[in-house]
T-cell receptor, first 111, second 111 residues
């Protein structure tokens, strides 16, 4: 089976840096994705790590360590609009790609 | 020019009724998905179609029947609705990679 664990809630202040962790147990690992979901909205893709290391996209970075079955999403220069739920997801590519989502982390950014 | 659209956005119905949700994508993707997000925001895949062919069918009650008339459309029909079916249903599309595009969701409430 597959399971992904994330902290349920994280609180930070504007301008700060926050890290959202994701640990996973999978029968086969095929890559870690991150999605953002604002309250009442749809999940939107943020980043993907297929190999170990850090991927940077603007204020957001994502890290993966396959040997530790661990990844994280790093959000820098936090803004109020970053308040949302963040989900990690594992899956495999190809036509049968199935994303298994983590439990989600609710990020609250305070002024 | 919405990428992935769903109708209706809200659906309130009584137990025992049959209802359908429609999804359309104009991204030219070959693969479409149905996800269910429960009240705890847990997001779980239900079905996936690739070029009108069912490729993922998770452990979902037989009351749920997807149908893909063409690769741009994926509908979900639910028979004999139960209280536990209340959730937000998301349609998504992709090319088989880790980046999936989600529709706005259909909030189903069964009373």
């Amino acid at each position: 089976g597959q399971s992904l664990e994330q902290p349920s809630e994280v609180t930070a202040v504007e301008g700060a840096i926050v890290q959202i962790n994701c640990t996973y147990q999978t029968s086969g690992f095929y890559g870690l994705s991150w999605y953002q979901q604002h309250d009442g909205g749809a999940p939107t893709f943020l980043s993907y790590n297929g190999l170990d290391g850090l991927e940077e996209t603007g204020r957001f970075s994502s890290f993966l360590s396959r040997s530790d079955s661990y990844g994280y999403l790093l959000l820098q220069e936090l803004q109020m609009k970053d308040s949302a739920s963040y989900f990690c997801a594992v899956g495999r590519g190809g036509a049968t790609n199935k994303l298994i989502f983590g439990t989600g982390t609710l990020l609250a950014v305070q002024p | 020019d919405t990428a992935v659209s769903q109708t209706p956005k809200y659906l309130v119905t009584q137990m025992g009724n049959d209802k359908s949700i429609k999804c359309e994508q104009n991204l030219g993707h070959d693969t479409m998905y149905w996800y269910k997000q429960d009240s705890k925001k847990f997001l779980k895949i239900m079905f996936s179609y690739n070029n009108k062919e069912l490729i993922i069918n998770e452990t979902v009650p037989n009351r749920f029947s997807p149908k893909s008339p063409d690769k741009a459309h994926l509908n979900l029909h639910i028979n004999s609705l139960e209280l536990g079916d209340s959730a937000v249903y998301f349609c998504a599309s992709g090319t088989g990679g880790y980046e999936q595009y989600f529709g706005p969701g259909t909030r189903l409430t069964v009373t």
